[in-house]
């Protein structure tokens, strides 16, 4: 299989089989996004002490690439501090641009994402999540900024 091909699968098996979906009870965070182009909708859920992500799940609708993406985000955040969660937001923002800020190691399944940056009109699909927690994060712990 291609590279290219191998991306799509890992995409395509976020997207039908996507990780922590659905809701929590009692969450810290509780935010709700959009993406303007589309009107595609993602809803995050997070059990968040000011410290650590202690659970995480999304719900929403979108396409594969907004839904995979988050699907890959809250894998990556959940159990992890404040400061993790920031450098993955801003690496996966850079990497949108072309930059490459984390390590293949670190990006894990969120290397399939890499190809994205070359279609401009699909960024905000997959920065969708990213930037939403960007912004719960910035309400809840904003020294950390
Ligand atoms: Fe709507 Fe991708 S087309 S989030």
């Known amino acids: ?10 995409i395509l098996d976020h997207y039908k089989n996507p990780r922590n979906r ?5 969450p810290d965070i509780d935010i709700f996004e959009s993406n303007p182009l589309c009107g595609d909708e993602l809803c995050l859920h997070a059990h968040y002490d000011g410290k650590t992500v202690k ?10 690439i907004s839904i995979a993406s988050a699907s890959m985000m809250t894998e990556v955040l959940k ?13 996966i923002k ?11 190691e670190e990006l894990g399944d969120m290397e399939a994402l890499k190809g994205v940056a070359d ?10 999540a990213w930037t939403t927690m960007e912004k719960a994060l910035n309400q809840k712990s904003p020294e950390g900024k």
């Not at 850079?94 to 293949?104: E, I, N, R, V």
């Open 1 to 10: 299989m291609s590279l290219e091909g191998l991306y799509q699968e890992i």
């Open 22 to 26: 659905g809701k929590l009870e009692k």
């Open 55 to 64: 659970d995480i799940k999304f719900d929403g609708k979108g396409c594969s």
């Open 79 to 91: 159990g992890g501090g404040t400061e993790h969660a920031r450098k993955f937001i801003d690496g």
């Open 94 to 104: 850079a990497m949108m641009h072309g930059k490459a800020d984390l390590t293949d």
């Open 119 to 128: 279609f401009p009109a699909r960024v905000k699909c997959a920065l969708l």
